[in-house]
């Protein structure tokens, strides 16, 4: 199984101040028949279901500000919030879709300081 | 407008069965494949089962497989997870969740969870 791990666990930033979350992968999630990274990113708010942000390491999905941004290749990834805002406050997760069983990361809980 | 509406959580025995249900609408049901998700209370997301649009392809997570059952009516827009031999563990809130696209196995779309207790 590919094992994904996320740092920090948490992190605290100012409004309008740039948030980083690291993703990592037991080994790679590069795709060799499209060359692109098996890689997505969600947000999840309280009470709520998660929310698709970035799939292929990078792509953005519909409606998501472009305050997110994803970036990396192979094992190492990364998610950036470039201003944050308060409707910003949640856990966010990485996964995996390069192979079964699907995995995702343990998740990194982002907070206003 | 897309929506999955997940269903039959409830309180069960260790040993016992449950069967879920997600009734879809807004897209073309056959041509997605879906899966559930679940989330224990206060943990993070765990992948379950998941299938292909027509049916044919089938994938479980190796912590329920043989014991849990993944199908769907297209006919009816409806996945289903079969639960049996119900375990302490298996408490959590389960998602049923629509696949992005071919090939890409994100969830773009999720219902809103539906229940699952196990305890005596």
């Known amino acids: 199984d590919i094992v994904m791990t996320q740092s920090p666990d948490s992190l605290a930033v100012s409004l309008g101040e740039r948030a980083t979350i690291n993703c990592k992968s037991s080994?790679?999630?590069?795709?060799?028949?499209?060359?692109?990274?098996?890689l997505g990113w969600y947000q999840q708010k309280p009470g709520q279901p998660p929310k698709l942000l970035i799939y292929w390491a990078s792509t953005r999905e519909s409606g998501v500000p472009d305050r997110f941004s994803g970036s990396g290749s192979g094992t190492d990834f990364t998610l950036t919030i470039s201003s944050l805002q308060a409707e910003d406050v949640a856990v966010y997760y990485c996964q995996q879709y390069y192979t079964t069983p699907l995995t995702f990361g343990p998740g990194t809980k982002v907070d206003i300081k | 407008e897309v929506q999955l509406l997940d269903s039959g959580g409830g309180l069960v025995q260790p040993g016992g069965s449950l069967r879920l249900s997600c009734a879809a609408s807004g897209f073309t049901f056959s041509n997605y494949a879906m899966t559930w998700v679940r989330q224990a209370p206060g943990k993070g997301l765990e992948w379950v089962s998941a299938i292909s649009g027509d049916g044919h392809h089938i994938y479980y997570a190796d912590s329920v497989k043989g014991r849990f059952t993944i199908s769907r009516d297209n006919s009816k827009n409806t996945l289903y997870l079969q639960m049996n031999s119900l375990r302490a563990e298996d408490t959590a809130l389960y998602y049923c969740?629509?696949?992005?696209?071919?090939?890409?196995?994100?969830?773009?779309?999720w219902g809103q969870g539906t229940l699952v207790t196990v305890s005596s």
């Open positions: 969740a629509k696949n992005l696209m071919n090939g890409v196995a994100l969830y773009d779309y």
């Open positions: 080994q790679s999630v590069l795709s060799s028949s499209n060359n692109k990274n098996d």
